[in-house]
């Protein structure tokens, strides 16, 4: 299968982005921008009787929830003979498994927000997305974005944001430590990032946070060890498949031993380490934002679950995670950006006029002025060519444009191979490692039972 999930000339498009303005806007729902996009009005997508049509989406992005029912009603405002039910899913929720069970039932949601490992999971199932069905994407979304969102050669997704992660740090904090202005730059090995951890710790201030979620660990971190092989998509995605050929051991990944030794020292001076499996996202979010602790193993989607609070610091960076001792080894000094989600349409079990509706508003969603806004105020970076450029982004994402700019960028190309059955199994063995219930030995020989058990 080809799947090219990051192109240089992505990377390019989102620096472009980014420097031209992406992130938290200081206008509301509703308000114009300074790029012309669609009419805020579009077809409405029902019948010639006028009768109501009923749409139902499925979304993955539980920070985000919110934003969603606000956004529908919005829409149900403009076009009162569509009406859109979220089925929202909470942080941490077996979300594959409800997408699943949905399908099963007969109830499968006319349009969803969901990961590249979904699309090629339910393709059969899809609509693709046509110059005809959807002019607007193609009008609009970046070329190199569309690209992302086509899977054996037909676009399946629409893309909505562009994310990175790696270890968030406050720089309020750091900063004071540091009494100047901290160089990320300077964490280019594992003994760099200890020394660093060290000082923190011992101007009284906890280290480092891991989120005790298998998502997290399982669908983020250990993902590295695949997609750290080498730059190019093939390069992880080969990697997974000669562990599941049974010709490559884990444990035999120079670049897994390292990533594994960087995660013990996580686990050391872990904020949870008292109760690693926690994993309550609102107080690990909160403790962040409030400056309980230096650093966060987490992305910038994180922006958009601090934006309401109260009382908190607001400038933030990124530090790589990396996992040897030598500058030079890829991975130590770059961060990991990507398309991570995408909208997706359903044509198995919702009809003609439901599946025109949805395009009509996903159309809205994605290329209205009035309907990006919504995204826009969550902090979220569009990659599409008429968003406004008169935003003020946020601190995280603002960070990951940096490194971006500097072609210092994780391939996470791989990650369409992390389906939500990876992040469950091998997340789960991933928290039995760090709450000391297995060795590092039984984690490789449970990941490498996990893979060889996929077809």
Not at 40 to 54: A, F, H, L, Q, R
Not at 207 to 224: E, P
Not at 326 to 332: A, K
Request: with cysteine.
């Amino acid at each position: 299968m080809k799947r090219v999930f990051m192109s240089l000339a992505l990377v390019l498009v989102i620096v472009s982005l980014l420097f031209t303005g992406c992130g938290k806007s200081s206008e509301t729902p509703g308000g114009t921008g300074t790029n012309a996009g669609p009419s805020s009005s579009p077809s409405t997508g029902s019948d010639s009787k006028g009768e109501v049509i009923k749409l139902t989406y499925f979304n993955t992005s539980a920070e985000v929830n919110e934003m969603f029912e606000k956004m529908f009603a919005r829409y149900n405002e403009i076009n009162p003979n569509v009406v859109i039910e979220l089925i929202p899913s909470g942080i941490g929720e077996g979300q594959q498994e409800k997408l699943q069970s949905l399908f099963a039932s007969g109830n499968g949601p006319t349009f969803m927000n969901v990961d590249p490992a979904n699309v090629i999971e339910y393709q059969d199932r899809l609509v693709e997305f046509t110059k005809d069905n959807a002019p607007w994407l193609f009008e609009y979304a970046n070329e190199s974005a569309v690209e992302a969102g086509t899977f054996d050669g037909k676009v399946m997704g629409a893309p909505w944001s562009v994310q990175g992660y790696g270890l968030l740090y406050n720089k309020r904090i750091v900063n004071q430590v540091y009494g100047g202005q901290f160089d990320p730059t300077t964490i280019n090995t594992r003994d760099a990032l200890k020394a660093f951890f060290e000082k923190i710790e011992a101007a009284g201030i906890p280290a480092t946070m891991l989120h005790g979620a298998n998502w997290s660990l399982g669908g983020h971190y250990l993902t590295l060890t695949y997609a750290v092989q080498g730059p190019a998509t093939s390069d992880g995605t080969g990697f997974i498949d000669k562990i599941k050929a049974g010709t490559q051991k884990i444990e035999d990944s120079p670049i897994f031993q390292g990533y594994m030794d960087t995660l013990d020292l996580l686990v050391k001076y872990n904020y949870n380490k008292a109760d690693p499996l926690v994993a309550d996202f609102n107080q690990d979010i909160l403790a962040f934002a409030q400056g309980k602790v230096a650093t966060f193993f987490m992305g910038d989607w994180s922006w958009t679950s601090m934006v309401g609070l109260e009382n908190i610091d607001t400038e933030y960076g990124f530090i790589p995670v990396p996992w040897s001792n030598n500058p030079s080894d890829y991975g130590n000094t770059e961060v990991v950006m990507v398309l991570p989600k995408f909208q997706c349409i359903d044509k198995s079990q919702n009809n003609e006029a439901q599946v025109k509706a949805a395009l009509d508003a996903l159309g809205w969603m994605l290329t209205d002025p009035e309907g990006q806004q919504f995204f826009l105020d969550q902090g979220f970076c569009m990659p599409y060519k008429n968003v406004r450029t008169d935003i003020e982004y946020n601190s995280m994402t603002q960070s990951i444009a940096d490194y971006a700019s500097r072609g210092k960028t994780i391939n996470l190309g791989c990650f369409s191979y992390i389906t939500g059955d990876a992040w469950t199994q091998t997340g789960n063995l991933m928290l039995m490692y760090i709450s000391g219930a297995i060795d590092r030995q039984q984690l490789a020989q449970g990941i490498n039972d996990y893979w060889k058990s996929v077809k």
